[in-house]
């Protein structure tokens, strides 16, 4: 599935379409499908972001995370997706940095 098939579909008619990709997961990873869904909602605005729509990433993956990765990941390791966001400092005020965000396959990935 690929994240352009969101931008003309309604927020209701985007879970509809998603939610079976989440009951899935939370049998294989224990992760709750609720959790997901609002993850997914927040990170890319239910798969309308520029991030989900420029590089299937609807959970704001970067890049590098610092170290940290997970068993079954699909990401190919090369393939990214640049851009600017903000990143919130220790003392509440907010900063622009291009980072490098992990450009997926497909949303499934």
């Known amino acids: 599935m690929q994240a352009r098939e969101f ?3 309604s927020e209701e008619q985007v879970i509809a379409k998603v939610g079976a990709l989440f009951t899935a997961d939370q049998k294989q990873s224990g992760i709750l499908a609720s959790v997901s869904m609002a993850q ?3 990170e890319s605005g239910y798969g309308k972001s520029e991030l989900a729509q420029g590089a299937n990433n609807c959970f704001g993956m970067k890049k590098s995370l610092s170290g940290n990765t997970w ?6 390791g090369s393939s990214v997706y640049t851009k600017k966001t903000q990143e919130q400092n220790a003392d509440g005020s907010y900063v622009t940095i291009t980072a490098d965000f992990r450009r997926y396959g497909c949303i499934e990935d």
């Open 71 to 76: 068993g079954g990941s699909t990401w190919d």
């Open 40 to 42: 997914f909602i927040l």
């Open 7 to 9: 931008v003309s579909l």
